[in-house]
């Protein structure tokens, strides 16, 4: 007949002392961790990201093996080559000098990445989505810019609510350089 909780614990003594606990263990101390390695962790993070992203925006099969192409600069993330080649379907990452013509392209840290467009690809139609991108980022823009320069806005509205647009306004002007960079790189 098994056990029932009740008698369980009736037969198990009230202990005395923390050293007849059934379970006696340290709490494990903190130790010293690679900055530089973590800062390389989420560098391969964003590369798998942006490069899944190219295949979602494109409808490239993730059958499809991709060249990617690399301007190394600080913080590329060296030690996770292999599991960017794994988890980005790409043939191998080469290192390039300048930037690639005709490619789809991203920047991480100040690494620049690069994915030659397929045959398949239509440079028009991605120079038109980039432009209304930038057209609706710039009127986001004008709008957060107007309620900042507001005084009454800014000194009426709660602190976080100000913080909030300043962070809006940060992010649009972050996300434009990034759509400017991608129209350099059709041109």
């Not at 292999?82 to 991480?108: C, Q, T, W, Y």
């Not at 620049?112 to 710039?138: C, M, W, Y």
Request: charged fraction near 30%; glycine fraction near 4%.
């Amino acid at each position: 007949m098994p056990f029932q909780t009740e008698e369980l614990w009736h037969w198990m003594e009230k202990r005395k002392n923390p050293s007849e606990a059934l379970c006696i263990a340290a709490w494990p101390q903190i130790e010293a961790y690679d900055d530089e390695l973590l800062k390389q962790a989420e560098a391969f993070q964003q590369v798998v990201t942006e490069v899944r992203n190219i295949r979602k925006e494109n409808q490239i099969p993730n059958r499809e093996k991709l060249e990617l192409s690399v301007q190394i600069g600080a913080g590329y993330p060296e030690a996770f080559e292999a599991a960017i080649i794994k988890l980005s379907k790409v043939d191998r990452v080469e290192r390039v000098k300048e930037k690639v013509p005709n490619a789809f392209g991203f920047i991480v840290g100040t690494s620049s990445f690069f994915i030659p467009f397929g045959n398949q690809f239509d440079v028009d139609a991605e120079k038109t989505k980039i432009r209304k991108e930038i057209d609706h980022l710039n009127g986001f823009l004008k709008g957060v810019r107007g309620k900042l320069s507001n005084d009454r806005f800014v000194q009426n509205a709660p602190p976080q609510v100000v913080e909030l647009e300043r962070k809006k306004e940060s992010d649009a002007i972050d996300k434009l350089k990034v759509l400017q960079g991608k129209m350099e790189l059709l041109t």
